[in-house]
Each structure stands twice: as structure tokens, then as C-alpha cells.
Nanobody, 115 residues
Framework: QVQLVESGGGLVQAGGSLRLSCAVSGSIFSINTMGWYRQAPGKQRELVATITTRGSTNYADSVKGRFTISRGNAKNTVYLQMNRLKAEETDVYYC?????????WGQGNQVTVSS
């Protein structure tokens, strides 16, 4: 069993910053990729950023230069530092993990950016 527990969402003004955290518990061996997706009501879930166990990162074009994904030293945590947030980035942010050919998702964390 794998569980992903997210924290760090909340309310911030446009131009501000937030840091999301995701901790993985349970079977953490063979983790391949971790990352973050986001979803607005009525829209598809979209990639924000991912990071592999080797440290390779991938970002959505819309967040490049503003968001930074990183992993903790224990490799079972992932962070998303979000700077210069925009009102249109108000979404539910989901932690993601790919392990042993299976996708795992966190419960979702609301991020609200006020204009």
C-alpha cells in the first residue's frame, strides 16, 4: 500500500508564493517518478511538474521559471515551490507517484490565488 499525504496549500495573493509538500508512506521502493498535477472544476487534470529518482525534471510551459520541484533527501517526499502565482492557477493540486507501473494520487490540496 502506498499513501500520499499533501500539505501546504491555502490562500495567497497574486504574485505571492506557496510551497506544497507530499510525503509518501508505505512501500516506497521502486518509486520511479513523483510530481504534481492540478485540476480546475470542469477541466482535465494537467501536469505541473515531475521529477524522477535520478533528478530529471519536467515542467509545464506555463510554470517554467516560476515553479520548482524537488525531492527530499529520503526520496519519499516531494516539494513544489510556487512563486509569482497567478489568479488563474487557482486549482486543486494533486501529488502524483508512479511506481511499479501504477499511478498513485494524493487526496488533493486546494490552492487559491486571489487577484
Amino acid at each position: 500500500q502506498v499513501q500520499l499525504v499533501e500539505s501546504g496549500g491555502g490562500l495567497v495573493q497574486a504574485g505571492g508564493s506557496l510551497r506544497l509538500s507530499c510525503a509518501v508512506s508505505g512501500s516506497i521502493f521502486s518509486i520511479n517518478t513523483m510530481g504534481w498535477y492540478r485540476q480546475a472544476p470542469g477541466k482535465q487534470r494537467e501536469l505541473v511538474a515531475t521529477i524522477t529518482t535520478r533528478g530529471s525534471t519536467n515542467y509545464a510551459d506555463s510554470v517554467k521559471g516560476r515553479f520548482t520541484i524537488s525531492r527530499g533527501n529520503a526520496k519519499n517526499t516531494v516539494y513544489l515551490q510556487m512563486n509569482r502565482l497567478k489568479a488563474e492557477e487557482t486549482d486543486v493540486y494533486y501529488c502524483y507517484l508512479y511506481r511499479m507501473e501504477t499511478d498513485h494520487w494524493g487526496q488533493g490540496n486546494q490552492v487559491t490565488v486571489s487577484s
